[in-house]
């Protein structure tokens, strides 16, 4: 049936899959390839910066008898409270905002005061007393 190089062959592939499977590695391992991932980097968000406005600095002199302001120049009492020349032409002094003229004498707000200023034909206004700077 066989005849002998048939069955040398035969002889020859069994042993073959035999010692296969009893070799050292006996499940070759199939290393898939690591396949990295790119690095995704979260933007950075950087806060706006507020513009750094640098306001103007306005010296504001202490008022004296006879001084004249015009709209939108100040000055203070002796008390360290402002009398103010409003761009509108009114004099704002305290919570006053008068048209023609101030006149405050006596204790108001828990301070001892003299201050009186007349608005002058030309839109400015005169100061005409006022409490002394401590």
């Known amino acids: 049936m066989f005849n002998a190089k048939c ?4 002889t020859l592939l069994l042993t073959s899959v035999y010692f296969y499977g009893c070799s050292e590695t006996t ?8 396949v990295e991932e790119p690095v ?11 513009p750094v406005v640098e306001e103007p600095v306005v010296e504001i002199n202490f008022c004296s008898v ?16 402002a009398f103010t020349v409003l761009e509108d032409g009114f004099g704002q002094y305290l919570f006053f ?3 023609k003229s101030i006149n405050l ?5 828990g301070k001892v005061r003299t201050f009186s200023a007349e ?3 030309d839109g400015t206004w005169k100061i005409l007393s006022v409490t002394p700077k401590e």
């Open 7 to 10: 069955l040398l062959i035969l």
């Open 27 to 34: 499940n070759p391992v199939v290393e898939e390839p690591v």
């Open 40 to 50: 995704v980097e979260e933007p950075t968000i950087e806060p706006i910066a507020n």
């Open 66 to 81: 006879g001084d004249v302001l015009q709209p939108g120049e100040s000055c203070l009492d002796g008390t360290g409270d």
């Open 97 to 99: 905002n008068v048209g």
């Open 105 to 109: 004498f006596g204790n108001i707000n």
């Open 119 to 121: 608005k002058q034909d």
